[in-house]
């Protein structure tokens, strides 16, 4: 199993630096989320690095040349220390792996339990803190929202819900 390193990208760089280093025999890995954003009033569901600013590397050889990867454009230096490239544990990037489709996106799916606190993270509720009610037999998950004082239930996949944070308040929408 080849080992993993990780390289800071430049601001904005992504596709120059992961096009750059693949050019040069390097592997790539970089997981992708799914994130909702308001375009033009209307909400839309963007790709982002799960990691911003970073990316995954490992080279097929035992003897990788390091030094060409401070000095690919993209590339803002290789995470080291003492000199040296700092190896990511290996299960880190095979959970990581695992945790991708095949498109490099990261299927989140988390088991919620009635009273969790959750986050809507994608569609026109995006942003939104509830509070889990109940799973259906059909993997939807019913949350109660606070709409002007009155709790609504809603029906959401689970994909669709992150954990909140514990200072989130129900019904607020945090941006």
Same mark, same amino acid.
């Given at each position: ?14 596709? *120059? ?21 308001? $375009? %033009?009033?209307? #909400?839309?569901?963007?790709? $982002?690095? #799960? ?6 590397? =490992? ?14 454009? %993209?590339?803002? $230096?290789?995470? =080291? ?30 088991? #919620? ?9 994608? %569609? ?5 803190? %509830?509070?889990?009610?109940? +799973? ?5 998950? +019913?949350? +109660? ?7 609504? $239930? ?6 669709? +819900?992150?954990?909140?944070? *514990? ?9």
């Amino acid at each position: 199993m080849p080992s993993w390193f990780l390289a800071q990208l430049k601001p904005n760089a992504d596709q *120059i630096a992961k096009r750059n280093l693949e050019r040069q025999n390097f592997q790539t890995f970089q997981p992708l989320e799914r994130k909702a954003r308001v $375009r %033009g009033g209307q #909400f839309a569901s963007t790709l $982002r690095p #799960f990691f911003p600013g970073y990316l995954f590397l =490992s080279y097929p050889e035992p003897i990788a040349p390091w030094s060409l990867v401070n000095s690919t454009y %993209g590339v803002a $230096r290789l995470v =080291s220390f003492g000199g040296k490239p700092a190896p990511v544990p290996s299960q880190i990037i095979a959970g990581l792996q695992a945790a991708c489709g095949a498109d490099g996106v990261l299927i989140i799916d988390h088991e #919620f339990q009635a009273g969790t606190k959750v986050a809507i993270a994608h %569609g026109p509720l995006a942003s939104f803190v %509830g509070e889990v009610e109940r +799973l259906t037999p059909d993997r939807r998950v +019913l949350v +109660l929202l606070d709409f002007m004082g009155k709790q609504t $239930r809603v029906a959401l996949p689970a994909s669709n +819900l992150r954990p909140a944070d *514990i200072t989130a308040q129900p019904g607020m929408v945090r941006r």
